[in-house]
């Protein structure tokens, strides 16, 4: 499998607390995404970091990324019950113009209000 | 905009029987592709199109055929449906990529087949 992987699989925190989630893939890339899930939805787009960044924000939201290690993290800060879902990492590795991803299999989040 | 929509959002099929599973984006995206979603294994990619009247396989393609007319739709057929084609079958699109760079991809809510 060309997956990449996140751990922990499960983590259940308190509201308020942060959560960390991390990736880790095989290959070089040219960006990775992360995507959260909401229970029998589809994927919602989160935030992507390209190969030459190491840090990017988005509202509560930190990426890092870490290509010599082949690693990224995800982190929520003052989680909110909302953010229970499952969260996935996505890679870009594709040499050509397609814009295929590679996702892991996901990390499930339970925020207990 | 409605986005990406899929029909159905749900089917049975028994072993052997055919379907065409349909995609459709209002973005004027460029890029489409199908994807599959099993327990534990996260999603993996089908078959992609970079445009219309381009189409190629990705990670799993076997069992399925797709086509892309237009930019708007592109369905995924399962020729002679299995129990191993039990799945979530998402659909994603996203815009022409410009200089190198990737975009986010946007989903569609997903179609649940059941093969008995």
């Known amino acids: 499998s060309q997956q990449g992987e996140e751990d922990p699989q499960a983590l259940s925190i308190q509201e308020g607390e942060n959560a960390t989630m991390n990736c880790s893939y095989k290959t070089s890339i040219n960006n990775l995404q992360w995507y959260r899930q909401n229970s029998g939805r589809g994927l919602v787009h989160l935030i992507l970091i390209r190969s030459n960044e190491r840090e990017k924000h988005s509202g509560r939201l930190r990426v890092t990324l870490d290509t010599s290690k082949k690693s990224s993290s995800l982190l929520i800060t003052a989680s909110r019950a909302a953010d229970t879902a499952s969260y996935f990492c996505a890679t870009d590795r594709s040499q050509t113009g397609a814009n295929n991803l590679f996702f892991g299999t996901g990390t499930r989040l339970t925020v207990i209000p | 905009n409605a986005g990406v929509t899929q029909t159905p959002k749900f089917q049975v099929l028994k072993t052997g029987q055919s379907m065409t599973l349909q995609c459709a984006q209002d973005?004027?995206?460029?890029?489409m592709s199908w994807y599959r979603q099993d327990p534990g294994m996260g999603l993996r990619l089908i078959h992609y199109?970079?445009?219309?009247?381009?189409?190629d396989q990705g990670e799993v393609p076997n069992g399925y055929n797709v086509s892309r007319s237009t930019t708007e739709d592109f369905p995924l057929r399962l020729l002679s449906a299995a129990p191993s084609q039990t799945s979530v079958y998402f659909c994603?699109?996203?815009?022409?990529?410009?200089?190198?760079?990737?975009?986010?991809?946007?989903f569609g809510p997903g179609t649940r087949l059941t093969v008995l």
């Open positions: 994603a699109s996203s815009p022409r990529t410009s200089g190198g760079a990737r975009n986010e991809q946007f």
């Open positions: 199109s970079v445009g219309a009247g381009i189409t």
């Open positions: 973005m004027n995206h460029e890029y």
